[in-house]
């Protein structure tokens, strides 16, 4: 008994060492379980909690910006443009069917269908970065499109696993047409090209929405390597992107977006490559307006980056044909023989009451140097005479009011101011008449009587700067001795034009966005700063300059014209620059002529240097294609301005000289008369600092920083000479 309950107990026994190692298993299998659950849980909750804690971050700003383009007033003709690249997005229904077909087979079969990330990419690229390869690519197009616009373009693990969180929740945001357009519209094709629309311009010279399906193919095809697929760079890339082209093409067959039969007929060869045209997109006067615009902008409260990448569409002032009237009518005079980088010629015009520049030339292309003549000047000599007249007018004087013409006038404190060739015009000629023959000792002796400050608050009133170089209240200001720019004076003599109401000159007409609505526009600011009976005086004085004097050159254009010449000396004697300052009702010109860097003489280098010469010459040619076409405008009438400023007549000042030839002078004479007796010459106006030497910048200021040379007020009068006109 003992025996078989032995056995029966070892049996008993033996089954529960069987149950309890089954027993065990369980324990560990549900443990395998539980934990991989519970890895699997924390895995899922892991990935949820960076999904959700991943944030869409703000577009690189390199590529959410957009080309600003400047035209023409009307805003139909384009100028230029300002990009920090070469893009311009397009909608997809302007990229035709095939280039998307083509893109999508060679960059990513299954965009339509896989949800924005290939998982297998990314393990790939964790296998090559650990072997020490950190190029391994093969991403989505939705991976791509993330990394160009949102992330930068390292390569790395990290950077591959945040692209994926991106481009998941891309894939919620966006429906796939939405990111194969933004993929387009960023991708890098080369050749400085990033979109679809910038890269069939830069290899096929045409719009994007014209390309055919043979050159979809090859843009696809630069895709995978721009720097190294670009056949213009050699044979051995031309042979590469043959390989990848027909890749390409293989590849449309395959995913059904290309049938095999023009399949074969597009293999083995590459389209027709254009000739691109290479222009420099800053030639000419381009750069200049460019840089005008920008200038303008900025003073209006836009930034570099909404100018250079905020796709501003904006419309100037400028027409067409007033800038070639600038260009063609200086060609057609000025000499031949100088170069444009020593004899500068400056050129502009504005529009009597708008205040609108319409049109200017530099002196030079921009290219061979970024200094605009037309926005730095120089001393503009007597043309600074009308705003003393309109001073005077504005002031209780008539045009029929006397000055001593005589020449030297003898100051009270000894100093001594000559005319040209010292003549003489007699001690009491009218307002009207000084200013016909610009009569230096006329207008020195109405400054002493009116006041230097009026003479200068009646120019900045009209439009002159009063921070410009030079520009004081002294004997000799209406001689001009400051530095003024052309633009600067057409606007101010557009003032005289407009019967006496200013109006800021500027460039800009209308600023939008690319939705076309309205970010800035151009408003009204005009003012009255003359009296209109003032301003139809002294434009009555200027016509006469055109009609019996100094400015009758100009007559040619065969319309009613106002003006004055004006020849400016430097501290040294030396014709310094030479000007004509016009205009019509429709339209105000300043055409300037300097040398060098603005300090170098005129005389002894240009065979006429007057204002009434080349300056009046140019003006008339500028102003004859400026106005064709236009109707004749009529000033009007003069004001009669009843001088009551006096009241007693003025005691002359001057040593009586004849008035019926020059008297000799030991002063120094123009070497040539600019026109025959008894034309009236001009006088040079000395100034009495040297012109300031301008500074080649990019972007060039309107007013350059005067010399430091300090004024000599009365040895510049002692050397005083006429030559102006």
Same mark, same amino acid.
């Given at each position: 008994?003992?025996?078989?309950?032995?056995?029966?107990?070892?049996?008993?026994?033996?089954?529960?060492?069987?149950?309890?190692?089954?027993?065990?298993?369980?324990? +560990?299998?549900?443990?395998?379980?539980?934990?991989?659950?519970?890895?699997?849980?924390?895995?899922?909750?892991?990935?949820?909690?960076?999904?959700?804690?991943?944030?869409?971050?703000?577009?690189?700003?390199?590529?959410?910006?957009?080309?600003?383009?400047?035209?023409?007033?009307?805003?139909?003709?384009?100028?230029?443009?300002?990009?920090?690249?070469?893009?311009?997005?397009?909608?997809?229904?302007?990229?035709?069917?095939?280039?998307?077909?083509?893109?999508?087979?060679?960059?990513?079969?299954?965009?339509?269908?896989?949800?924005?990330?290939?998982?297998?990419?990314?393990?790939?690229?964790?296998?090559?970065?650990?072997?020490?390869?950190?190029?391994?690519?093969?991403?989505?197009?939705?991976?791509?499109?993330?990394?160009?616009?949102?992330?930068?373009?390292?390569?790395?693990?990290?950077?591959?696993?945040?692209?994926?969180?991106?481009?998941?929740? +891309?894939?919620?945001?966006?429906?796939?047409?939405? +990111?194969?357009?933004?993929?387009?519209?960023?991708?890098?094709?080369?050749?400085?090209?990033?979109?679809?629309?910038?890269?069939?311009?830069?290899?096929?010279?045409?719009? !994007?929405?014209?390309?055919?399906?043979?050159?979809?193919?090859?843009?696809?095809?630069?895709?995978?390597?721009?720097?190294? /697929?670009?056949?213009?760079?050699?044979?051995?890339?031309?042979?590469?992107?043959?390989?990848?082209?027909?890749?390409?093409?293989?590849?449309?067959?395959?995913?059904?977006?290309?049938?095999?039969?023009?399949?074969?007929?597009?293999?083995?060869?590459?389209?027709?490559?254009?000739?691109?045209?290479?222009?420099?997109?800053?030639?000419?006067?381009?750069?200049?307006?460019?840089?005008?615009?920008?200038?303008?902008? /900025?003073?209006?409260?836009?930034?570099?980056?909404?100018?250079?990448?905020?796709?501003?569409?904006?419309?100037?002032?400028?027409?067409?044909?007033?800038?070639?009237?600038?260009?063609?009518?200086?060609?057609?005079?000025?000499?031949?023989?100088?170069?444009?980088?020593?004899?500068?010629?400056?050129?502009?015009?504005?529009?009597?009451?708008?205040?609108?520049?319409?049109?200017?030339?530099?002196?030079?292309?921009?290219?061979?140097?970024?200094?605009?003549?037309?926005?730095?000047?120089?001393?503009?000599?007597?043309?600074?005479?009308?705003?003393?007249?309109?001073?005077? /007018?504005?002031?209780?004087?008539?045009?029929?009011?006397?000055?001593?013409?005589?020449?030297?006038?003898?100051?009270?404190?000894?100093?001594?101011?000559?005319?040209?060739?010292?003549?003489?015009?007699?001690?009491?000629?009218?307002?009207?008449?000084?200013?016909?023959?610009?009569?230096?000792?006329?207008?020195?002796?109405?400054?002493?009587?009116?006041?230097?400050?009026?003479?200068?608050? &009646?120019?900045?009133?009209?439009?002159?700067?009063?921070?410009?170089?030079?520009?004081?209240?002294?004997?000799?200001?209406?001689?001009?001795?400051?530095?003024?720019?052309?633009?600067?004076?057409?606007?101010?003599?557009? &003032?005289?034009?407009?019967?006496?109401?200013?109006?800021?000159?500027?460039? /800009?007409?209308?600023?939008?966005?690319?939705?076309?609505?309205?970010?800035?526009?151009?408003?009204?600011?005009?003012?009255?700063?003359?009296?209109?009976?003032?301003?139809?005086?002294?434009?009555?004085?200027?016509?006469?300059?055109?009609?019996?004097?100094?400015?009758?050159?100009?007559?040619?254009?065969?319309?009613?014209?106002?003006?004055?010449?004006?020849?400016?000396?430097?501290?040294?004697?030396?014709?310094?620059?030479?000007?004509?300052?016009?205009?019509?009702?429709?339209?105000?010109?300043?055409?300037?002529?300097?040398?060098?860097?603005?300090?170098?003489?005129?005389?002894?280098?240009?065979?006429?240097?007057?204002?009434?010469?080349?300056?009046?010459?140019?003006?008339?040619?500028?102003?004859?294609?400026?106005?064709?076409?236009?109707?004749? !405008?009529?000033?009007?009438?003069?004001?009669?301005?009843?001088?009551?400023?006096?009241?007693?007549?003025?005691?002359?000042?001057?040593?009586?000289?004849? &008035?019926?030839?020059?008297?000799?002078?030991?002063?120094?004479?123009?070497?040539?008369?600019?026109?025959?007796?008894?034309?009236?010459?001009?006088?040079?106006?000395?100034?009495?600092?040297?012109?300031?030497?301008?500074?080649?910048?990019?972007?060039?200021?309107?007013?350059?920083?005067?010399?430091?040379?300090?004024?000599?007020?009365?040895?510049?009068?002692?050397?005083?000479?006429?030559?102006?006109?």
């Amino acid at each position: 008994m003992s025996s078989a309950g032995k056995t029966a107990r070892t049996q008993k026994g033996g089954r529960s060492t069987k149950s309890g190692g089954r027993s065990l298993w369980r324990r +560990i299998l549900k443990g395998v379980l539980v934990t991989g659950l519970l890895g699997t849980a924390t895995g899922i909750a892991v990935f949820l909690f960076v999904y959700a804690s991943t944030d869409v971050p703000d577009p690189n700003r390199d590529f959410q910006t957009q080309t600003t383009y400047v035209y023409y007033a009307g805003g139909n003709r384009e100028i230029g443009r300002f990009e920090e690249q070469r893009r311009e997005s397009v909608p997809l229904g302007d990229v035709p069917q095939h280039v998307q077909d083509a893109v999508i087979a060679a960059e990513d079969r299954t965009f339509y269908s896989n949800k924005g990330i290939d998982p297998r990419g990314i393990v790939r690229a964790a296998f090559s970065n650990a072997q020490g390869n950190a190029t391994q690519g093969a991403s989505t197009i939705t991976q791509q499109y993330v990394k160009v616009l949102y992330l930068s373009t390292e390569q790395s693990l990290t950077r591959k696993v945040k692209e994926a969180f991106v481009a998941l929740k +891309i894939q919620q945001q966006m429906s796939k047409r939405e +990111i194969l357009q933004g993929y387009l519209n960023t991708i890098y094709f080369g050749r400085g090209a990033y979109g679809i629309e910038a890269a069939a311009q830069a290899f096929f010279d045409k719009s !994007a929405s014209e390309l055919t399906v043979a050159e979809g193919a090859v843009l696809a095809a630069v895709l995978n390597s721009p720097g190294n /697929l670009d056949p213009k760079a050699g044979e051995d890339n031309r042979q590469a992107l043959q390989e990848r082209y027909d890749y390409v093409i293989r590849s449309m067959v395959e995913t059904g977006t290309l049938e095999a039969s023009e399949a074969a007929e597009l293999t083995g060869s590459l389209p027709r490559f254009p000739q691109i045209r290479i222009r420099n997109v800053n030639g000419g006067q381009r750069g200049f307006v460019l840089d005008l615009v920008r200038q303008e902008l /900025l003073a209006e409260g836009f930034s570099e980056q909404e100018i250079d990448g905020g796709g501003l569409r904006v419309r100037t002032s400028l027409t067409q044909p007033a800038m070639n009237a600038a260009r063609d009518g200086m060609q057609a005079v000025r000499p031949d023989g100088f170069p444009a980088s020593d004899l500068h010629v400056a050129v502009a015009s504005v529009e009597p009451g708008s205040g609108a520049l319409r049109g200017f030339y530099a002196g030079q292309g921009y290219l061979q140097s970024q200094l605009n003549w037309a926005t730095t000047g120089s001393s503009p000599g007597s043309t600074f005479k009308a705003f003393a007249v309109a001073a005077a /007018l504005q002031n209780g004087f008539s045009l029929d009011d006397t000055f001593d013409g005589n020449s030297p006038l003898v100051l009270p404190d000894g100093t001594d101011v000559e005319n040209q060739g010292n003549q003489s015009y007699g001690s009491a000629i009218t307002l009207e008449t000084a200013t016909e023959n610009s009569v230096n000792t006329a207008f020195i002796d109405l400054t002493l009587e009116l006041g230097a400050q009026k003479v200068l608050n &009646t120019a900045t009133n009209m439009g002159i700067p009063q921070n410009a170089p030079g520009l004081e209240a002294n004997t000799g200001i209406a001689l001009g001795s400051a530095t003024i720019s052309p633009i600067d004076m057409a606007n101010a003599y557009a &003032t005289i034009a407009n019967r006496g109401q200013y109006t800021p000159v500027h460039v /800009l007409e209308e600023v939008t966005d690319l939705d076309g609505r309205v970010l800035w526009e151009q408003f009204d600011e005009s003012r009255r700063v003359l009296r209109q009976d003032v301003a139809d005086d002294a434009s009555y004085a200027l016509q006469q300059v055109v009609a019996e004097g100094t400015g009758s050159t100009v007559q040619s254009i065969g319309r009613p014209a106002a003006g004055k010449t004006g020849t400016a000396t430097d501290g040294n004697g030396n014709v310094s620059s030479s000007w004509f300052v016009g205009y019509t009702p429709q339209l105000s010109t300043a055409v300037m002529y300097a040398r060098g860097d603005g300090n170098d003489p005129l005389d002894g280098y240009l065979p006429s240097f007057f204002g009434s010469v080349y300056p009046a010459q140019t003006w008339a040619a500028v102003m004859s294609r400026a106005l064709e076409g236009t109707d004749v !405008a009529e000033f009007p009438p003069p004001g009669d301005v009843d001088g009551d400023a006096r009241t007693a007549p003025p005691t002359p000042t001057s040593t009586p000289e004849p &008035t019926s030839a020059p008297s000799p002078t030991s002063s120094p004479t123009p070497s040539e008369s600019p026109t025959p007796s008894p034309t009236p010459s001009e006088s040079p106006t000395p100034s009495p600092t040297p012109t300031p030497t301008p500074t080649p910048s990019p972007t060039p200021s309107p007013t350059p920083t005067p010399s430091s040379s300090p004024s000599d007020e009365q040895g510049l009068l002692g050397r005083m000479f006429d030559e102006d006109g």
